[in-house]
C-alpha cells in the first residue's frame, strides 16, 4: 500500500486494504470521486485513474507528486526548509533536537512555520504548500473563510519516515495513467464513462472535519440521488461513509443503503483528547451495488 504523507483528516490510510479488496481486478477505470489525498484511487488495481476533488489545492500536491520526478520535490523542500531555517532531523544525528512528549518539535518550528505561513499567504506555491502540511499539526489542510491557510505548527518535521512514505507514493503515482479533476460531485461530465468503477468517499454528514462544514442534508441527498441513479444504469459505484458516529445516526443513509451491500469496515479511533486509544460507536461502512 502507497500511502500520501500528507494525511488528510478523514483519509483512507488504515481502511486502505479493506476498500481495495472490494475493487474488482479487471478494473480499467477508477473514478475517486472525492479523492483527497488521492490514497484510494492510486492503490487500486486499475490502470486508469481519474482523480477529483474540489479543492484545488488537494489537486495542486497530487500534480506536483504525478508531474516531478522525487529529487526535485526533496530539492524544493529543502530548500524551503533551509530558507526558514527549519529543524530536519533526517540530516542531524539522533537526539539533537530535545523533543518534549506533548510538543514534539513545535517550539523549534514554531516561529519559522509561522513566517512560512504567512508568506505562503501572500504568494502561494505548491511547494510551500507542502512543507506546511509536512510541518503543520496533524498534516491538516484548511482554509478560513478568507480562504487564508490557518493551520498552526505540527510536531514533527520532513523525517525519515515521512521522506521514504513520500518517496514510495511518488513512484508509485507515477505508474499510473492518471487523470486529475476539479469538480464539483455534481457535475454529470463525471460520469460519462459506463464501464468505469466510481468510488465515492464524501465529507460525513455526522463527524467533524474542517470539510464538513460544505456538507449539508442537500448535499447527501443530491449524493444519494447520483448513486441511484448510476445503479440504475447499472454502473458500478463504492461508497464509504459512517451510518453511526459517537451516539449521532444518519438515518437517511442507512435506510437508502438498504437497497445495496453493506460492509462493515473496522477501525479503531483515537478518542477526543488524543490521549488514549478508544475503540467508539463508529459504524463505518462500504456501500456498495455489485
Ligand atoms: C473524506 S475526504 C476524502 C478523503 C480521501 N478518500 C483520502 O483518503 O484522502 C472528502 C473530500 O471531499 C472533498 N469535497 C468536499 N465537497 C466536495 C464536492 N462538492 N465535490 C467534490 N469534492 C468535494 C473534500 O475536499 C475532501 O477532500
Not at 53 to 80: G, P
Not at 105 to 133: C, F, I, T
Not at 235 to 246: E, Q, T
Request: proline letters at 3%; charged letters at 25%; aromatic letters at 14%.
Amino acid at each position: 500500500m502507497f500511502i500520501n504523507p500528507i494525511s488528510y483528516p478523514g483519509n483512507k490510510n488504515k481502511l486502505l486494504s479493506q476498500i481495495t479488496a472490494e475493487i474488482p481486478h479487471e478494473t480499467e477505470v477508477f473514478v475517486d470521486i472525492f479523492c483527497g489525498s488521492g490514497v484510494v484511487g492510486v492503490n487500486s488495481p486499475a490502470k486508469n485513474i481519474i482523480l477529483n476533488d474540489i479543492s484545488k489545492q488537494a489537486l495542486e500536491l497530487l500534480n506536483f507528486f504525478y508531474t516531478e520526478n522525487f529529487e526535485n520535490i526533496v530539492s524544493k523542500i529543502e530548500d524551503i526548509i533551509n530558507k526558514y531555517q527549519l529543524t530536519y532531523t533526517r540530516q542531524q544525528p539522533k537526539g539533537f533536537y530535545i523533543e518534549y512528549n506533548h510538543e514534539g518539535l513545535s517550539k523549534y518550528n514554531k516561529e519559522a512555520y509561522n513566517e512560512l505561513k504567512k508568506d505562503y499567504n501572500q504568494d502561494r506555491s505548491v511547494d510551500k504548500l507542502l512543507v506546511l502540511l509536512i510541518y503543520g499539526f496533524n498534516h491538516y489542510i484548511r482554509f478560513n473563510k478568507k480562504g487564508l491557510f490557518n493551520v498552526p505548527v505540527g510536531k514533527v518535521d520532513f523525517s525519515d519516515s515521512i521522506y521514504k512514505a513520500l518517496e514510495a507514493f511518488v513512484n508509485h503515482i507515477k505508474t499510473k495513467e492518471i487523470c486529475l479533476s476539479n469538480k464539483d460531485f455534481r457535475d454529470e461530465t463525471l460520469y460519462a464513462d459506463k464501464n468505469a468503477l466510481y468510488y465515492f468517499d464524501p465529507p460525513y454528514l455526522i463527524t467533524t472535519a474542517p470539510y464538513n462544514q460544505i456538507w449539508t442534508e442537500k448535499e447527501e441527498k443530491e449524493l444519494l440521488y447520483i448513486l441511484d441513479s448510476l445503479n440504475e444504469q447499472k454502473i458500478k459505484f463504492m461508497l464509504s461513509n459512517v451510518l453511526l458516529s459517537n451516539g449521532k445516526e444518519n438515518i437517511m443513509l442507512k435506510e437508502w443503503s438498504k437497497k445495496y451491500l453493506v460492509l462493515p469496515i473496522k477501525r479503531q479511533y483515537r478518542n477526543a483528547n488524543y490521549q488514549k486509544i478508544n475503540i467508539t460507536d463508529t459504524n463505518e461502512v462500504l456501500i456498495k451495488n455489485f
